[in-house]
């Protein structure tokens, strides 16, 4: 079992940032691969970007390219996604996940989540 917490979300300017942290505890040896997850109000879940620990290899989705930045701390366990250049359309509840399957990587069909944190940004 592998329990997620995130943290770091909060209201922001248009051109402002913000730095998310995903802590990770309990089982997390089989962990294959992290991602941050957003949904907005009437939207569907969007992966927003990958990455595989053992590897330290990223994926990012076309909106966030560029401007956000998936990282890990091992020592940690903690996985961030530090967000630049950010626009009223970012405005979501982002969540970590965590998935110990490869096939799982690049679906929404992750082993465990986070309770998520909201991020709010204004223009």
């Known amino acids: 079992q592998v329990r997620l917490v995130e943290s770091g979300g909060g209201s922001v300017q248009a051109g402002g940032s913000l730095r998310l942290s995903c802590q990770a505890s309990?089982?997390?040896?089989?962990?294959?691969?992290m991602g941050w997850f957003r949904q907005a109000p009437g939207k569907g879940q969007e992966r927003v970007a990958v990455?595989?620990?053992?590897?330290?290899?990223?994926y990012y989705a076309d909106p966030v390219k560029g401007r956000f930045t998936i990282s890990q701390d091992h020592a940690k366990n903690t996985v961030y996604l530090q967000m630049n250049s950010l626009s009223p359309e970012d405005t979501a509840m982002y969540y970590c996940?965590?998935?110990?399957?490869?096939?799982?990587?690049?679906?929404?069909?992750?082993?465990?989540w986070g309770q998520g944190t909201q991020v709010t940004v204004s223009s």
């Open positions: 996940a965590a998935a110990d399957e490869e096939t799982l990587c690049y679906t929404r069909n992750y082993n465990y």
């Open positions: 309990g089982y997390t040896y089989g962990t294959v691969c």
């Open positions: 990455i595989y620990p053992k590897e330290g290899t990223s």
